[in-house]
C-alpha cells in the first residue's frame, strides 16, 4: 500500500539508508514503513542492496526495465484480483442509514486508493524518465496504457456492483476527498 511515509521515504533515501535509519528518522509504525520500502521497491523508485546480513535502500534514478515493469504488473494484478473478489464477497457498502459507507467499505477503498496511487507513481516516474529521454515515449504511452486499465478494472467492478446513485455517492466523495483521479458516471 502507498502510505504517507512515502515521500518521506523517497526524501530520506538520497544516499543508502538503512530500515531501521528510515524508521528512526519517520518515525512511525515500522512494518508500515518496511511495507511501503518494499512497495517503493517494487515499483522502481528505489533500489536495494546486501548489507552484511541487512538491506539498505537508495533512490533509484534509473527507468524500470520491461521486466521490472512486468514483475511488478504481476503484483499489481495479484492485488487487484484480491480487491475484486472482496468488492463480490461485500453484501453491501452502506450503513444501514444508507447515508454513511461501513468500516470494511472505507478499507476497500482506502486499499483501492493506494492501488490507485501506485499506477499514478509510476505513470510519474516513466513520464519524468521519458522526458530525459532514458525511456521511449512509445513505452511510456504502452505502460500508462496499461496501467489505466489496471485502474479502471477495480473501479469498474465496484461501480457495476453498486449502480444505485445513493451508494455511488459517498464513493465519489471518499475518492474525490482523497485527491484520486478517478472520473465518476453517476
Known amino acids: 500500500m502507498t502510505t504517507k511515509y512515502d515521500d518521506k521515504i523517497i526524501e530520506l533515501t538520497g544516499n543508502w539508508k538503512l530500515t ?6 519517520i518515525g512511525g ?14 515499483v522502481g523508485y528505489l533500489q536495494t542492496k546486501p548489507d552484511k546480513n541487512k538491506l539498505i535502500y537508495k533512490k533509484n534514478e534509473n527507468a524500470q526495465s520491461e ?3 512486468l514483475k511488478m504488473m504481476e503484483y499489481f494484478e495479484s492485488n487487484q484480483k484480491t480487491q475484486i473478489n472482496f468488492i463480490k464477497q461485500i453484501p453491501t ?13 472505507l478499507d ?20 519524468l524518465h521519458e522526458d530525459m529521454g532514458i525511456l521511449s515515449p512509445q513505452t511510456v504511452q504502452e505502460r500508462k496504457k496499461i496501467l489505466i486499465s489496471y485502474i479502471d478494472k477495480i473501479l469498474n467492478a465496484l461501480l457495476a456492483k453498486y449502480p ?18 478517478f472520473e465518476f458516471k453517476i
Open 20 to 25: 531501521n535509519d528510515i524508521v528512526r528518522k
Open 108 to 127: 476497500l477503498l482506502e486499499r483501492i486508493q493506494d492501488d490507485a496511487d501506485r499506477a499514478y507513481l509510476v505513470m510519474i516516474q516513466n513520464k
Open 93 to 105: 457498502i452502506m450503513k444501514s442509514d444508507n447515508i454513511r459507507l461501513r468500516e470494511k467499505s
Open 164 to 181: 444505485q446513485k445513493h451508494i455511488r455517492i459517498p464513493i465519489q466523495q471518499y475518492f474525490q476527498n482523497n485527491n484520486a483521479k
Open 67 to 69: 521486466f521490472n515493469f
Open 29 to 42: 509504525d515500522k512494518t508500515a514503513i518496511s511495507n511501503a520500502l518494499k512497495i517503493l521497491e517494487l
